[in-house]
């Protein structure tokens, strides 16, 4: 078998990975990495232990369907072939045929049943996973449709780049990754545009700031002081210029 394995970005680095609990994330790559080499694993409950996760953690995954589960027990990784390219000649096959023959790939590499004799239903439990949409989320961001989060992106960046005449991409997946952090904290779009108009103001005739001007530097963690620094805060004076950068 193979001893190295690979991770593609195309799927960790999606808002639908992202959104998962660290302890979720954590397992799945724990998952990952004592597969065999068609992606398979047979003691998926074992690393559960092993690494300290909990059930919900492993029917997380099984909900966002990024495994796939199988009567025997024997789980696979629904996105192994997008992650992992073997050599012929470091490759060695499973020894799960059985629950293999239930599988197809699609056009995009990744596994999907083929048939649904010997599938368990996944018992998702209300309390955690009740409002969850479930593999629909999933199946959205693999096919480049939103994700059903009104976050307005795209706005954003737009006015950002109005402002500081830049032409950043609003679906770049870590300028999402920021925008939403800080949404999720209760920032709202009249703040974001605050926030853009007041470093811009102080930034953008400044050589040495103007390329400070980008959505990982706005939309960090230094966005609350950002917000505030309104013309008579002095945001442009006393100190260090970079002492509230990062």
């Known amino acids: 078998m193979?001893?190295?394995r690979m991770f593609s970005k195309n799927i960790t680095e999606t808002d639908i990975f992202l959104d998962m609990p660290m302890s979720t994330q954590c397992l799945y790559f724990h998952l990952n990495m004592s597969a065999d080499d068609?992606?398979?694993i047979g003691n998926a409950k074992t690393i559960k232990r092993m690494v300290g996760a909990s059930d919900d953690d492993f029917k997380l995954l099984m909900a966002k369907e990024f495994i796939i589960p199988f009567e025997s027990g024997v789980v696979v990784i629904k996105d192994w072939k997008i992650h992992n390219y073997i050599r012929s000649d470091r490759y060695n096959s499973t020894v799960y045929t059985k629950e293999k023959k239930q599988l197809k790939q699609?056009?995009?590499g990744q596994y999907e049943l083929g048939m649904t004799s010997g599938i368990p239903t996944v018992d998702?439990?209300?309390d955690r996973l009740g409002k969850d949409r479930l593999g629909k989320d999933r199946k959205d961001t693999m096919s480049g449709k939103p994700d059903g989060v009104s976050i307005p992106y795209q706005e954003i960046i737009s006015y950002l780049n109005q402002k500081a005449d830049r032409k950043y991409k609003h679906t770049t997946p870590k300028t999402k990754q920021l925008i939403k952090a800080r949404w999720n904290?209760?920032?709202k779009l009249e703040d974001f545009k605050a926030a853009i108009n007041n470093q811009v103001r102080d930034w953008l005739n400044d050589s040495k700031m103007d390329k400070y001007l980008r959505p990982e530097t706005l939309f960090g963690t230094k966005f609350e002081?950002?917000?505030n620094n309104g013309p008579n805060n002095g945001g442009g004076s006393g100190g260090s210029e970079y002492d509230n950068l990062f």
Do not use: P, V
């Open 124 to 126: 998702t439990g209300k």
């Open 2 to 4: 193979a001893n190295r």
């Open 38 to 40: 068609d992606g398979f």
């Open 185 to 187: 904290e209760g920032f």
């Open 225 to 227: 002081s950002y917000l």
């Open 106 to 108: 699609n056009e995009n």
